[in-house]
């Protein structure tokens, strides 16, 4: 399962839980870990190296038009490694458990880097400004509504940029997610239920 979503949705939130309800893996900042364990580096240089720029993975995805991530990826010989790198990196881990198990993958362009499976299920979060606005000064990530506005414009922009660099696609056109949530509409918990229910019933659906 992928989640794509606006800023201040509680992708991450609801990702976590999804994953508690299925009793699978959410892969969020496990995939930094796991691409750091890969790259022989410290964890908390690769996540800071992510937040330095919010252009990270629009950057990345632009490199690629330069060919797959498997023909970028060199072992580093220092300490520095490029954005391509890691980029590549933390691709191959998500290659690589989807391919072993089950799994949650909130974010990181999960559905255009991974290969179709009929079993993916790609999912969509949105919600009012208000509600995002609200969610990202409540829980600190930004000082004031003024500048979470300026984040959640920032953030759309550069997601809609690189998706139709990469794809020809709309981001949050309805016809590229199997379901688009609006998470406004219901308590969190509630819409975590109700996605693991739609994950179940689809998943079943291609199986039986």
């Known amino acids: 399962m992928t989640l794509a979503r606006q800023l201040g949705c509680g992708g991450s939130s609801l990702g976590q839980r999804i994953a508690e ?36 993975w629009e950057r990345m995805l632009r490199g690629m038009s330069m060919g797959p991530p498997e023909a970028l ?49 790609n999912i969509f979060l949105y919600a009012p400004l208000s509600f995002r606005t609200q969610r990202m000064v409540e829980n600190s990530h930004a000082a004031d509504e003024a500048q979470a506005r300026a984040m959640i414009a920032q953030s759309d922009e550069s997601r809609k940029r ?12 309805a016809k590229n997610y ?16 109700f996605l693991t229910d739609f994950v179940r019933r689809k998943t079943a659906h291609v199986t039986g």
Not at 30 to 52: C, G, T, V
Request: hydrophobic share 40%.
């Open 21 to 56: 309800n299925l009793n699978v893996r959410c892969l969020d900042r496990e995939i930094i870990s796991r691409a750091a364990q890969q790259l022989a580096l410290d964890e908390a240089e690769l996540a800071e190296r992510e937040e330095r720029s919010s252009s990270f």
């Open 73 to 121: 990826y060199h072992p580093p010989t220092a300490l520095s490694i490029s954005d391509r790198e890691l980029f590549t990196a933390e691709t191959q881990v998500m290659q690589t458990i989807a391919e072993q198990e089950d799994c949650v993958i909130v974010g990181r362009v999960a559905a255009h880097v991974l290969p179709a499976h009929p079993g993916m299920v």
């Open 162 to 173: 690189f998706i139709a660099q990469m794809t020809g696609r709309e981001w949050d056109d």
């Open 178 to 193: 199997h379901l688009c949530v609006d998470t406004s509409a219901l308590p969190l918990p509630e819409i975590a239920d």
